[in-house]
């Protein structure tokens, strides 16, 4: 193994960088702010991922490991005595795990009865007879929206 110094800038990425990023990005930090705490650039944390298969490896089990810990919290709390904690915790789990159910804040992307949104479209252009009035060339008008019959 040659000991010549290859040139250029070492590399940020030591063990010790990899290790902070790890601990992070474990303990439920979005990588972007793990990559800051760790004293290097996002950009520069997604080449070394890309690089690196076995980091990239590494950092799935790191968030699979912190996701597990939680868990483990969540269902300890559903065996809790105290009735009111299981409760919180269980609606907790819902709300998260399946939100298109449970979430206690859903957005709706249908119109009324789960009918699809109505819209119109217009475009308007001078009239070329120097009228000086402005004349709809094309006007759509929203669907009717289907309901009891009226």
């Known amino acids: 193994m040659s000991t010549r110094n290859k040139g250029g800038r070492p590399s940020k990425f030591t063990p010790a960088t990899r290790r902070k990023i790890l601990k992070s990005v474990g303990r439920g930090m979005p990588l972007t702010h793990a990559a800051n705490v760790a004293g290097v650039s996002y950009q520069t944390f997604l080449n070394y991922r890309r690089d690196r298969p076995g980091f990239d490896e590494a ?39 399946a939100p298109e159910f449970f979430a206690r804040n859903r957005v709706e992307v249908t ?8 819209g119109a ?12 009035t402005i004349a709809p060339l094309i006007a759509a008008t929203p669907r009717k929206e289907l309901g009891n019959g009226n």
Not at 67 to 77: N, S, T
Request: charge should be positive; proline fraction near 5%.
């Open 59 to 97: 950092i799935g089990n790191a968030i699979a490991k912190g996701i597990e810990a939680r868990l483990k919290v969540i269902e300890r709390a559903t065996k809790s005595p105290d009735e009111s904690i299981r409760l919180r915790s269980a609606c907790w789990f819902l709300e998260h795990t």
């Open 111 to 118: 119109g009324a009865n789960g009918l699809p949104l109505a």
């Open 121 to 132: 479209i217009a475009v308007y252009l001078p009239q070329k007879s120097g009228g000086g």
